[in-house]
């Protein structure tokens, strides 16, 4: 059993690698062709390097190698060496067209990221990217298995990253990618894009479940090849041919750990942690096995899963049974085709398998529903209203576990699970969803809130007279295209109501804020707001207002914004003027002798042409010897001393009004400590905030202040004001924060 340990130190490829694989399965020709992306992507790439430090091109190799082991199409594979090129290199997508054709030109284009546009936030961007990508696959699923196979190869090579990079990137990974794998069925992908994610995400219960794993793994190997002998010898006499392979098969930690937070089971309580594959010939060899296998040994009831004649939604058959084994101790057997082992492993994949001298796969994978998933992206992109909407949905609808149901003609209906008749209905007819009137399982009358089971037989029961849905129906169904019909059935059918709705909430949310909605609601700026917010007309947009569509607040603020503004700029105005001129004197002309702090201006500032003038260093910025400095004549208060970056003084500045050159007698400082604000951002480990205190400590004895948070995604930011005599000192002491570990921002701030 090879299940126990924690990923392997896969084998790095080299080309020399790669081209042996390949040249197993493809012709001279295709060969070639191969070999022309791999130099071609060796040139684009070249000085390139990896965050590891090593050269780039051997990311496009292993990707290129993750493909060839899955016995990828020559288009696939030359995808695999070029898909970062456009992205990375000075090469265009043209340049790959003309050298390479239109197939891998597209290929490599769906696996481009978004470059272009200005997003407002990453998520945003990931949601288009994604979004993209997924609708490149739906062209050309190969897109997504370049993708896989890329994304594959960054898990591998993940520790070279931040620690909140490595979060963010397996959760995306948890969340999108191996639900990809899945539903395409590549399973040697999936387990190892779970697994990988899993140990950065939670460490702790990786190695624990490696751990327990390892513990007691020599007495499972034993019992593994016990349990084998004696079901060679109880399927002796079937007479299943040469060809007949029984292996113990290994377990997945991603699949324990799942299973011990869903089920709350302890490590030991696990069944299936034993598993025996049987690999035969044909199905009639499937369930010949079967019937061995039950007679011999009594199987666990509900434990029988028969995925040969419903197989999942990704293609994947196989024969399921937990038996009481040897010993008295369950054990979980697999029977499956050869074919369906392949299918199994690599999914889609094994339909775009080379096929010698043939390379256009796509005529294979016509017939076969495989491909399910791209129908439902496509239907998913028509109802959605954006980008986000479109993402959840892909997230809870295409992703989820399925059930199947059949109509009393023996349909068979697909739904996620967690499903009711409400959604089948919709799912077979928007108007068979609106009529709907109840509806009947396996012969019986169920209530609308009825989660169908797979195996059920429902019948909607519908009439032409109903009155269409009623507004609690949101709260029976689960599915977010179900949601969306009843939506649409609302909208069309309470316009005018919504559209008094949608008015009279925003005059009560404008009334609630202080404005008078009669100033406001003029029919020029309802419609401005409706072109804002992209509906076609002002009514369109109170319709959905009324109907729960649009957040009052938010159009309220749309109304407001231009009366805000002026507010705002009024009072921004009125600050800047209060920073500049109000500041608190630092020192006194009387008092200079008693005065140790920063010393005035004929020793510690020297104002251009004028003696004996006061001047103070403002608290804004704070200045130190060595900084760019400039001067404000503030009114009866001397100068205010700011630095040349400091935003208050960038106003005064431009229109040159009451700015003066001054200069530091004495870059290098006196005696005297000035203060200085630093941020430091960094991940909130154990002992990160006493490592930030040491290393200030040991360069100055003025730590003067300290303050800090942390956000949800352990995330710190500390706040310090420290006493140092110059601005070469600060330099030391921020280049000693800056070496801690997990420090990943330190800079100076402005208040």
């Known amino acids: 059993m090879k299940g126990g340990r924690p990923m392997s130190k896969k084998k790095e490829l080299t080309h020399e690698d790669v081209k042996k694989i390949v040249s197993s399965y493809m012709n001279e020709e295709h060969v070639a062709l191969v070999e022309k992306a791999y130099h071609f992507a060796e040139v684009a790439h070249h000085d390139q390097r990896r965050k590891s430090g090593e050269p780039y091109i051997i990311h496009p190799i292993q990707v290129a190698g993750i493909l060839a082991n899955l016995h990828m199409d020559p288009e696939t594979v030359c995808a695999g060496y070029l898909h970062d ?15 390479f054709g239109p197939t891998i030109a597209m290929i490599v284009d769906g696996d481009t990221k978004l470059g272009k546009i200005r997003y407002k936030s990453n998520k945003e961007q990931m949601a288009a990217t994604h979004r993209k990508l997924l609708l490149a696959m739906s062209k050309d699923i190969r897109v997504m298995i370049v993708k896989l196979a890329d994304r594959l190869h960054n898990m591998r090579t993940l520790k070279h990253l931040r620690p909140d990079k490595q979060r963010r990137i397996s959760n995306e990974t948890l969340e999108i990618y191996a639900p990809i794998a899945d539903r395409l069925g590549i399973s040697t992908i999936k387990w190892e894009l779970e697994d990988l994610s899993l140990r950065y995400l939670n460490p702790q219960q990786y190695y624990r479940i490696v751990h327990l794993m390892n513990s007691r793994r020599d007495q499972r190997v034993d019992y593994i090849d016990e349990s084998i002998k004696l079901i060679k010898k109880a399927i002796a006499d079937l007479d299943l041919g040469p060809n007949v392979e029984i292996y113990g098969r ?6 324990v750990y799942r299973k011990m937070v869903t089920q709350h089971k302890q490590f030991s309580q696990i069944y299936d942690l034993l598993a025996v594959r049987i690999v035969v010939d044909s199905i009639r060899d499937c369930y010949a096995a079967l019937g061995a296998i039950h007679t011999n040994w009594k199987p666990m009831p509900g434990r029988f899963k028969d995925y040969i004649a419903m197989p999942k939604t990704n293609g994947y058959q196989s024969l399921h049974t937990t038996i009481i084994g040897p ?21 889609v994949a094994a339909h775009w398998a080379y096929k010698e001298g043939k390379t256009n796969g796509i005529q294979q994978t016509q017939d076969s529903q495989k491909l399910n998933v791209v129908k439902e992206i496509l239907e998913l992109r028509s109802e959605s209203q954006g980008t986000d909407e479109f993402m959840q949905g892909i997230q809870s609808d295409i992703f989820t576990d399925k059930v199947y149901a059949f109509t009393p003609k023996g349909d ?66 689960s599915t977010r295209r179900a949601r969306n019909k009843i939506r649409q059935f609302f909208r069309a059918h309470d316009r005018e109501k919504n559209i008094e709705e949608g008015k009279q909430l925003l005059e009560n ?40 569509d649009l957040a009052p607040v938010g159009i309220r603020n749309r109304f407001t914004a231009d009366i805000r503004q002026q ?13 500049l001129e109000d500041h608190q004197t630092l020192e006194k002309p009387n008092e200079r002798k008693k005065q140790k702090q920063a010393k005035a201006s004929s020793e510690g500032v020297v104002v251009e042409g004028v003696d004996n003038l006061l001047v103070r260093l403002s608290h804004c910025c704070s200045p130190i010897p060595g900084d760019a400095i400039t001067g404000y004549i503030t009114k009866g208060r001397g100068v205010s001393v700011h630095r040349d970056d400091c935003p208050n003084i ?61 956000d949800h995604n352990k995330m710190v930011t500390i706040s310090l004001i420290i006493g140092v005599r110059n601005l070469r000192q600060l330099q030391l002491i921020m280049d000693g924060l800056k070496n801690i570990p997990d420090v990943y921002v330190v800079k100076r701030i402005i208040r």
């Open 85 to 99: 090129i456009v992205e990375d290199t000075g090469a265009t997508l043209d340049d790959i067209k003309e050298l």
């Open 250 to 255: 290994p377990k997945h930690i991603y699949s």
């Open 327 to 347: 010993e008295g101790r369950p054990l979980e057997v697999q029977i499956r085709t050869h074919k369906m082992h392949e299918i199994a492993e690599y999914g």
């Open 412 to 477: 068979v209906i697909e739904m996620p699970k967690g499903s009711g008749p409400l959604d089948m209905a919709y799912q077979i007819h928007t108007e068979v969803g609106n009529h709907t009137t109840g509806a009947k399982v396996n012969g019986r009358i169920v209530p609308l809130d009825y989660e169908i089971k797979n195996g059920d037989i429902v019948d909607i029961l519908t009439s032409s007279s109903s009155a269409g849905p009623s507004r609690d129906w949101f709260d029976l169904v």
């Open 509 to 548: 949310e404008l009334r609630e804020a202080g404005y008078s909605p009669a100033e406001l609601m003029t029919d020029e700026k309802c419609e401005e707001v409706a072109q804002e917010t992209h509906y076609n007309s002002s009514d369109d947009m109170f319709a959905a207002l009324g109907f729960g």
């Open 567 to 579: 507010v705002e700029s009024d009072r921004q105005q009125a600050a800047e003027k209060a920073v």
């Open 650 to 710: 960038k106003a005064a500045r431009k229109n040159g009004e009451r700015i003066v050159s001054i200069y530091w007698a004495n870059p290098n400082g006196d005696k005297t400590n000035y203060n200085a604000d630093l941020e430091v951002q960094g991940y909130n480990r154990n002992g990160l905030l006493n490592d930030v205190l040491r290393s200030v400590n040991n360069s100055t004895r003025f730590l003067n202040s300290v303050n800090g948070k942390v």
